[in-house]
């Protein structure tokens, strides 16, 4: 399988449900990832739009001294890199990421 054909066949299994990816991390230690891509597993909450408008909090609200307005078209564009893979890690309830050269194994979750 060349590298490709293998970023495909990770990424299907991502956006099928949760899997288990042993990978080396990039100080050289290994760990294993409980993680997904898929929208129907991953909390609705991990998808929040940051272009939608967010009410602060009322202990918030004194520290507001503007009104300007950010579009989202004068957002810096954020750059992708095609040899890492973003991932929702389940473990740590956060966005996590690794390279696709560096998986060890990958399996969906529950398969021995």
Not at 27 to 34: A, H, I
Not at 61 to 68: A, G, I, P
Not at 91 to 101: H, V
Request: one cysteine or more; a negative charge; proline letters at 7%.
């Amino acid at each position: 399988m060349d590298n490709d054909e293998f970023k495909e066949y990770v990424n299907v299994l991502l956006s099928r449900g949760i899997v288990i990816v042993e990978f080396t991390k990039v100080d050289g230690t290994n760990r294993e990832m409980m993680c997904s891509t898929s929208r129907n597993v991953i909390p609705t909450e991990a998808f929040v739009d940051d272009t939608e408008k967010v009410e602060p909090l009322p202990h918030q609200q004194r520290k507001l001294y503007t009104t300007e307005v950010i579009k989202p078209e004068d957002k810096p564009k954020r750059i992708t890199n095609p040899n890492v893979c973003v991932v929702w890690d389940f473990e740590k309830e956060a966005w996590r990421s690794f390279r696709y050269d560096s998986v060890i194994e990958i399996k969906p979750k529950g398969t021995p």
